[in-house]
């Protein structure tokens, strides 16, 4: 148990990774796609919210998307923060790999536990969607593969 833990809070944080390849080469490439949807996130939010997160264009006086399109905005700004903080985990602090699979792993077990229900018993995020997310239906596939490769990274490379 102890070895387990010091794989994922390793005593010094240093660039030497002894995990698997194969799952830092998986992060990098999932990273690379994380990095890209915070990035349509941040700065193409209407082409974000309405064509991949599949949201209606609320109307009204006054016109409510502006206030939405930045509240949108902010939140790819935060998944972007979270994408630079793997990606100096990947450059500079490599034995930080299984942490940072672990952060993963639990935003994606999130989407998987916790979102379906979020509507509390009703259509309430329905009425809002002209289609399900490939978030919310990647979201199990997703969660598997960062399982598959988290242990991965704590296995000993050959």
């Known amino acids: ?12 944080a240093n660039n030497n990774y002894s995990g698997n390849r194969i799952a830092l080469w998986a992060l990098i490439l999932f990273l690379a796609l994380m990095t890209w949807r915070s990035a349509i996130h941040m700065f193409f939010e209407p082409f974000g919210l309405h064509e991949i997160a599949n949201i209606v264009v609320l109307t009204g006086d006054p016109d409510p998307m502006p206030l939405i399109y930045r509240f949108f905005s902010i939140w790819g700004f935060a998944q972007l ?8 985990a990947i450059i500079k602090y490599r034995s930080f790999i299984p942490l940072m699979y672990l952060f993963w792993i639990f935003e994606w077990g999130l989407r ?7 509507g509390r018993g009703g259509d309430v995020i329905n009425d809002y969607n002209t289609a399900g997310t490939p978030g919310f239906y990647m979201a199990p596939y997703i969660l598997i593969l960062l399982t598959i490769f988290f242990v991965l990274s704590l296995r ?3």
């Not at 148990?1 to 010094?12: R, S, T």
């Not at 923060?81 to 100096?88: E, P, Q, R, V």
């Not at 998987?112 to 979020?118: A, E, K, N």
């Open 112 to 118: 998987v536990i916790y979102y379906p229900f979020f």
């Open 156 to 158: 000993r490379s050959n």
């Open 1 to 12: 148990m102890v070895d387990f833990l010091n794989k994922i809070f390793p005593e010094n």
């Open 81 to 88: 923060i979270f994408c630079i903080a793997c990606w100096i």
